[in-house]
């Protein structure tokens, strides 16, 4: 892997995947600046290590400014952007029962959407008159398939599909039209996986086991598989690869 000494940004790095992200970084030598809205999050992440290669910044993705201040910051910790993973993201389950289905979309599609917009923008500014860089967001399964009935996650307005399905895309055009600049734009689209995110549903048995039973392999996935992936995908190894989205589920999405 050729990770080593290059600057990377990963968003969502105080939780889950993004943790896993940002660990699998620093073992590879990469410089990592650790973005995320969670600061108490952020500083328990120092427990990871990284050599004083590991830097924070508590960063709103869905805010421009803050999206615009992380790739400054980055820029000072050697001159470069390399990489930037964005990883953050909720679901509508994350928000207080009060909020409406109106307000649900709007801050899911906010987070999940638009704050790849806004961070690859940022990145992008830096990385194509540099003429390299590689991006990896992350989706999940559900950016080319819709939530199964059988689990009780949707009622067909829910923001979750249609923000991953969104950045699919984005990876898409964004890789299509910056390919030439030398920056490579991919996804990764992961199954379920144990998180925070999923820590609820998974504590009612018959639905853990439901997603289970949905992935062939008849398990969920843990962060660390991702971000290998993740890893691979951000590093020179994958230096044909772009505008693509990796399925890393278990053989959900073939069935
Ligand atoms: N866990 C899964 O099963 C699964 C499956 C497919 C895709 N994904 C995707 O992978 C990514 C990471 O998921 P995870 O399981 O690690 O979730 P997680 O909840 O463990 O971590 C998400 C992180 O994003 C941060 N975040 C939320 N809003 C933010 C904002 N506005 N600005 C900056 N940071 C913000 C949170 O504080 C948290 O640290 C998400 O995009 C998620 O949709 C997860």
Redesign the pocket.
Known sequence: MTLTDSVAII?????????ACARRFLEEGAVVLA????GA?LEKLSAVGGQGRLHTAV????KRADAEASVEQALSLGGRLDCLV??????PR?LPPEADFEERWDAVM???AK?VFLMSHAALAVMRPAGRGSIVN?????SMVGYPTSLPFSDGFTA?PHS?GAVAQMTREMGVRFGVDGVRINAV??????????ENVVGDPEVHAEMRRLHPMGR??E?EE?AAVVAFLASDEASFVTASVWPVDGGYTAQ
Request: with cysteine; hydrophobic share 40%; glycine share 16%.
């Open positions: 968003t969502g790095a105080a939780s889950g995947i993004g943790r973005c995320d809205i969670d999050g960063c709103d993705v869905t964005n990883s953050a993201g909720i679901t994350t906010a987070v999940n704050g992350l989706v999940s399964v559900m979750y991953k689209a992961p199954g379920f996986v144990y998180s925070p995110l999923t969920m996935g962060p991702i």
